[in-house]
């Protein structure tokens, strides 16, 4: 059985999981609260750059990526900013939902799997 490796883990939550070569990162939200949709999912598509970038992994190989917005009138910010940041040439399977989301402050969360 191959091991698991977990990374920044808290006693409740690992920031990420990697098993069979494969990185499950957990929600990743704005620090940066005061800002809007477009800036929010801005800063968490770099976080996860940089959690990626710790495993040597990129956004390119990001295979799922989930999507989280607690109201849906960010959507069109939110995908200015993913544009602007995905691989067109590696886009991965995706989905966008509704959902209130822990902290009301939050505008966007994104969850990844992605290979190392």
Same mark, same amino acid.
């Given at each position: 059985?191959?091991?698991? *490796?977990?990374? %920044?883990?808290?006693?409740?939550?690992?920031?990420? $999981?990697? %098993?069979?070569n494969t990185a499950y990162l957990a929600g990743q $939200?704005?620090?940066n609260t005061d800002v809007d949709a477009y800036l929010q999912t801005k800063e968490v598509l770099g976080l996860i750059d940089k959690l990626l970038l710790e495993i040597g992994s990129s956004k390119s190989n990001i295979l799922t990526a989930q999507i989280f917005l607690p109201d849906m009138q960010d959507y *069109?910010?939110?995908?200015?900013?993913?544009?602007?940041? $995905?691989?067109?040439?590696?886009?991965?399977?995706?989905?966008? $939902? *509704?959902?209130q989301l822990a902290d009301p402050k939050w505008k966007v969360e994104i969850v990844v799997v992605a290979t190392c």
């Amino acid at each position: 059985m191959e091991k698991i *490796q977990r990374f %920044h883990s808290n006693g409740r939550l690992s920031e990420m $999981v990697i %098993h069979n070569n494969t990185a499950y990162l957990a929600g990743q $939200v704005p620090e940066n609260t005061d800002v809007d949709a477009y800036l929010q999912t801005k800063e968490v598509l770099g976080l996860i750059d940089k959690l990626l970038l710790e495993i040597g992994s990129s956004k390119s190989n990001i295979l799922t990526a989930q999507i989280f917005l607690p109201d849906m009138q960010d959507y *069109q910010a939110m995908n200015k900013a993913w544009d602007e940041w $995905v691989d067109p040439e590696n886009a991965p399977a995706r989905a966008t $939902v *509704q959902s209130q989301l822990a902290d009301p402050k939050w505008k966007v969360e994104i969850v990844v799997v992605a290979t190392c």
